[in-house]
Nanobody, 126 residues
Framework: QAQLVESGGGLVQTGGSLRLSCAAS????????MGWFRQAPGKEREFVAA????????YYADSVKGRFTISRDNAKNTVYLRLNSLKPEDTAVYYC???????????????????WGQGTQVTVSS
C-alpha cells in the first residue's frame, strides 16, 4: 500500500514556473511507474506526464510537451513535475499517481494506476 503526498502548487502568473513534488511511502519506490494527472473545474481528470520505473522512459500529453518535465529520484522516493511557461489553461488540481504493474500505453490512463495522492492546486493568472 503506497501513500503519495504532493506539494509545490501555488499561484503564478502566465509564463511563470513551478516544481511539483510527490513523496511516496509504503512500498519500494523503484517498483512503481509514476504519473501526473490534472483536473480543472467541471472537466475530467486528464493525463499530464508519466515516467517508467527505471527513469528510462517519459511520456507527455501534447498540451504540455516542451513545457513540463517529469523526473524521479528513487533514492528520495520522490517524483517531480517541472512546469515552465505556464498558461491560464494549466490551472487545475494536479495529482500524483503510482502503479506497480502498468506499462505504456496504459500509463496514459487514469485506470492504469493503483494509488493516488490528494492533489495540489496550481493556479495561473493571466
Amino acid at each position: 500500500q503506497a501513500q503519495l503526498v504532493e506539494s509545490g502548487g501555488g499561484l503564478v502568473q502566465t509564463g511563470g514556473s513551478l516544481r511539483l513534488s510527490c513523496a511516496a511511502s509504503g512500498g519500494p519506490f523503484s517498483t512503481f511507474a509514476m504519473g501526473w494527472f490534472r483536473q480543472a473545474p467541471g472537466k475530467e481528470r486528464e493525463f499530464v506526464a508519466a515516467i517508467s520505473r527505471s527513469d528510462a522512459d517519459t511520456y507527455y500529453a501534447d498540451s504540455v510537451k516542451g513545457r513540463f518535465t517529469i523526473s524521479r529520484d528513487n533514492a528520495k522516493n520522490t517524483v517531480y513535475l517541472r512546469l515552465n511557461s505556464l498558461k491560464p489553461e494549466d490551472t487545475a488540481v494536479y495529482y500524483c499517481a503510482a502503479t506497480l504493474g502498468s506499462e505504456y500505453p496504459v500509463l496514459l490512463r487514469t485506470w492504469g494506476y493503483d494509488y493516488w495522492g490528494q492533489g495540489t492546486q496550481v493556479t495561473v493568472s493571466s
